[in-house]
């Protein structure tokens, strides 16, 4: 069982960016860098990259979901040796998370997807409350902590607008910025998206 699989992505330089961007303005930047397309490996068909995803929903959205990463939930889904070394912290807590904001963000708009995936991992572990709300109100099997198999197919369950509906239906609980990573890092897993949803 997983809940999360890494594809191999892009190697953009986007470096001082920090408000949302659509796919269409992140691709024409990532076609300006100096750096040749296919050597860094750009996402089969043109898909979505968790860091594509992280620079999508702009840095002040990263900046609060990683100040919400729970500690204690790292260490309970065994997560803490292979975050510190991701996001090269001889330490980890919260200050030292706070403090490499600012580097971890450069590295993301570099398109380091092994970064990304532990980012992503940690920042959705801390919140699975919400995981399963969510899994359960859009109708998809999971194993009642949130985490479902990685072939799952949920084609029937994401049906147009379904994106808004999810939002719309949390937003009164839960902050808008941790629903809209998930909704994306879904539609990441289970479709092929190619823009950043931002409500």
């Given at each position: ?44 068909l043109g898909e979505m990259t968790l860091s594509e995803l992280f620079v999508g929903l702009g840095r002040e959205r990263f900046d ?30 919260r200050d030292k998370l706070r403090k490499a904001a600012p580097k971890l963000w450069d590295r993301l708009n570099e398109g380091d ?87």
């Open positions: 069982m997983a809940w999360t699989e890494i594809r191999l992505g892009t190697r953009q330089t986007l470096r001082g960016r920090t408000e949302p961007l659509e796919r269409a303005q992140f691709l024409a930047l990532r076609a300006a860098s100096p750096h040749d397309n296919e050597a860094h490996g750009f996402g089969i609060s979901l990683l100040g919400e990463v729970s500690m204690g939930a790292l260490r309970t889904y065994k997560l803490v040796d292979s975050f510190k070394v991701r996001a090269r912290l001889l330490k980890l807590n997807e092994d970064l990304a995936r532990e980012l992503s991992q940690g920042m959705l572990v801390s919140n699975l409350e919400f995981v399963v709300e969510a899994l359960d109100h859009l109708g998809i099997e999971h194993d009642g902590n949130g985490f479902f198999d990685k072939d799952a197919q949920a084609d029937d369950k994401l049906v147009e607008g379904w994106r808004e509906k999810l939002l719309a239906a949390f937003r009164e609980r839960y902050p808008e910025h941790l629903i809209l990573l998930y909704i994306n890092h879904l539609d990441w897993e289970l479709g092929k998206p190619e823009t950043v949803f931002v409500g």
